[in-house]
């Protein structure tokens, strides 16, 4: 994505381990306790912040260790706080806007979250590792960034590795649902 590698500048390897490590017990969570992940989906579905508020106390994140969360009836994001010029970070899982309305899959979630937990605990325990990542995103080198993913996510269900907003996409299609489903760090971009 040519237009966004310039604003891929930002991110630095600090901001990426932190917000890998804060989600890091999330997903765990979503992959080993199937109430835990079906509470989540209902939440995700129904737009109940509450819900979503509690479940994610849970696994220790509220504020202020993060700044925000939200959730469109597709997936949700969590914002964490950043030094400039990043400022916020999110990460989240959701279908691409327009896809589908209120509809999130608890299996394919668990799956996803399954095969995200080596990569998320290689980005915060291995700094050289993040750095590379970190590297790839701020080129734009995503042949590179695609590598270093797929060493750690090795399902077939990974479609796609793309470069957005100063971070990236991983694109998940299992045949339990029609959807694609995108696994995203990135930074809002700002006028």
Same mark, same amino acid.
Request: glycine share 6%; charged share 20%.
């Given at each position: 994505?040519?237009?966004?590698?310039?604003?891929?500048?930002?991110?630095? /390897?600090? !901001?990426?381990?932190?917000? @890998?490590?804060?989600?890091? %017990?999330? +997903?765990?969570? #979503?992959?080993? &306790?199937?109430? *835990?992940?079906?509470a989540w989906t209902k939440g995700v579905r129904r737009g109940d912040l509450g819900v979503l508020e509690?479940?994610?106390?849970?696994?220790?994140?509220?504020?202020?260790?993060?700044?925000?969360?939200?959730?469109?009836?597709?997936?949700?994001?969590?914002?964490?706080?950043?030094?400039?010029?990043?400022?916020?970070?999110t990460n989240g899982t959701s279908l691409r806007p327009g896809t589908a309305q209120f509809y999130f899959? /608890?299996? !394919?979630?668990?799956?996803? @979250?399954?095969?995200?937990? %080596?990569? +998320?605990?290689? #980005?915060?325990? &291995?700094?050289? *590792?993040?750095?590379?990542?970190?590297?790839?995103?701020?080129?734009?080198?995503?042949?590179?960034?695609?590598?270093?993913?797929?060493?750690?996510?090795?399902?077939?269900?990974?479609?796609?590795?793309?470069?957005?907003?100063?971070?990236?996409?991983?694109?998940?299609?299992?045949?339990?649902?029609?959807?694609?489903?995108?696994?995203?760090?990135?930074?809002?971009?700002?006028?």
């Open positions: 994505m040519k237009a966004n590698q310039t604003s891929g500048r930002c991110i630095t /390897t600090a !901001v990426l381990q932190k917000a @890998a490590g804060a989600m890091l %017990p999330f +997903y765990h969570r #979503i992959a080993t &306790n199937r109430a *835990f992940a079906a509690r479940l994610l106390r849970e696994v220790q994140l509220y504020l202020p260790r993060i700044s925000s969360f939200s959730t469109n009836g597709i997936g949700y994001f969590v914002d964490f706080r950043a030094p400039r010029p990043v400022l916020q970070y899959h /608890t299996g !394919v979630h668990r799956s996803i @979250a399954r095969v995200l937990v %080596p990569l +998320y605990r290689e #980005i915060v325990r &291995n700094k050289p *590792f993040a750095r590379l990542i970190v590297a790839a995103v701020r080129s734009g080198n995503t042949g590179l960034l695609t590598r270093l993913v797929r060493s750690k996510v090795t399902t077939r269900a990974l479609k796609s590795v793309t470069i957005e907003f100063s971070g990236f996409a991983l694109g998940f299609r299992y045949a339990a649902s029609p959807y694609t489903f995108y696994n995203q760090f990135f930074r809002e971009l700002t006028p």
